[in-house]
Nanobody, 126 residues
Framework: QVQLVESGGGLVQPGGSLRLSCAASGFTLNNYGIGWFRQAPGKEREGVSCSSLLVGSTYYADSVKGRFTVSRDNAKNTVSLEMNSLKPEDTGVYYC???????????????????WGQGTQVTVSS
């Protein structure tokens, strides 16, 4: 069964940090693009970052550039999103997603991804 499971969300004060993990089962992430998306209440789902794992490149949305970092653990078939200097506007449900791209480029459109995790809540508030 192809599945993605996120973990690591929670409540954090502005300026704080959280680390989200996305564990894949039923397939190997190596040939895939991995996207991180978030959705705030009443807003559309927006792309935060995408990684082309075979190429080894990652793209970040301007709103998180310099604060968020994607990393990968091949042994655990897991991708993580390290979030620093968090702001209230970073609040939302965060999803990881996978789409087969091989050596291609990843993107931040939801239609590029066929497998989604269940989401994890991130709340940034004092």
């Amino acid at each position: 069964q192809v599945q993605l499971v996120e973990s690591g969300g929670g409540l954090v004060q502005p300026g704080g940090s959280l680390r989200l993990s996305c564990a894949a089962s039923g397939f190997t992430l190596n040939n895939y693009g991995i996207g991180w998306f978030r959705q705030a209440p009443g807003k559309e789902r927006e792309g935060v970052s995408c990684s082309s794992l075979l190429v080894g490149s990652t793209y970040y949305a301007d709103s998180v550039k310099g604060r968020f970092t994607v990393s990968r653990d091949n042994a655990k078939n897991t991708v993580s999103l390290e979030m620093n200097s968090l702001k209230p506007e970073d609040t939302g449900v965060y999803y990881c997603a996978a789409g087969y791209i091989g050596y291609g480029s990843c993107g931040l459109t939801t239609s590029a991804y066929g497998t989604w995790g269940q989401g994890t809540q991130v709340t940034v508030s004092s």
